[in-house]
């Protein structure tokens, strides 16, 4: 397995463009969501997803997209980028059940926004 | 709503000394609890968990925690501190069946030679 695969690790935008971080899991997991990282802020839930065709907003949605088409992609779309979203962002996924607890995070995509 | 505090943005340890990163949270219902490690430019890889059963947890790395429900607690705790453990470390909440994780500001530790 792949594990979580996210695309591209680094990206430079121009205010106003915009663009789609891309995130991948290969492990039939039904959790996926998406985290900003900031300095001194820890990781702020921005997205989430509990499975196929359901997304929900974390603690920080503004200004950001979500779908979830398929079980395996949950891309992340910035339809006019900010200054203000220039970080680090990582996506993670959990498997199904009562039980999940564990959640594997991707190596993460480094935005700049000028 | 769930809520995780760190205490200590940056500890700092030498070699062969003990590591103890803290962290309290909040939580409406019994929580779950995870520590995450993060080494420069990585993602996240978990350290260990505290889900039901025992409250002292072991984890990769030499690394342990003990769940206080008195004392709303989590420390992470390594008895001698090596310089493959500098990293930022995550302590983070869930509540049951909720997906959602809560994390922590994070702890930068740093060892020294």
């Known amino acids: 397995n792949a594990g979580v695969t996210q695309t591209p690790k680094f990206q430079v935008l121009k205010t106003g463009q915009s663009m789609t971080l891309q995130c991948a899991q290969d492990?039939?997991?039904?959790?996926m969501s998406w985290y900003r990282q900031d300095p001194g802020m820890g990781l702020r839930l921005i997205h989430y997803s509990v499975g196929a065709g359901i997304t929900d907003q974390g603690e920080v949605p503004n200004g950001y997209n979500v779908s979830r088409s398929t079980t395996e992609d949950f891309p992340l779309r910035l339809l006019s980028a900010a200054p203000s979203q220039t970080s680090v962002y990582f996506c993670a996924s959990s498997p199904p059940g009562v039980s999940t607890d564990t959640q594997y995070f991707g190596p993460g995509t480094r935005l700049t926004v000028l | 709503a769930q809520s995780v505090t760190q205490l200590g943005s940056h500890v700092s340890v030498s070699e062969g000394a003990l590591v103890l990163l803290r962290c309290n949270y909040s939580s409406s219902v019994p929580p779950y609890l995870f520590w995450y490690v993060q080494y420069p430019n990585q993602g996240l890889q978990l350290l260990l968990k505290?889900?039901?059963?025992?409250?002292l947890v072991k984890g990769i790395n030499g690394f342990e925690a003990e769940f206080k429900k008195s004392e709303t607690s989590f420390h992470l705790t390594k008895p001698s501190a090596h310089m493959s453990d500098a990293a930022e470390y995550f302590c983070?909440?869930?509540?049951?069946?909720?997906?959602?994780?809560?994390f922590g500001k994070g702890t930068l530790l740093t060892v020294n030679p």
């Open positions: 492990m039939n997991h039904e959790y």
């Open positions: 983070a909440v869930k509540e049951g069946s909720n997906y959602k994780l809560t």
């Open positions: 505290y889900t039901t059963g025992a409250t």
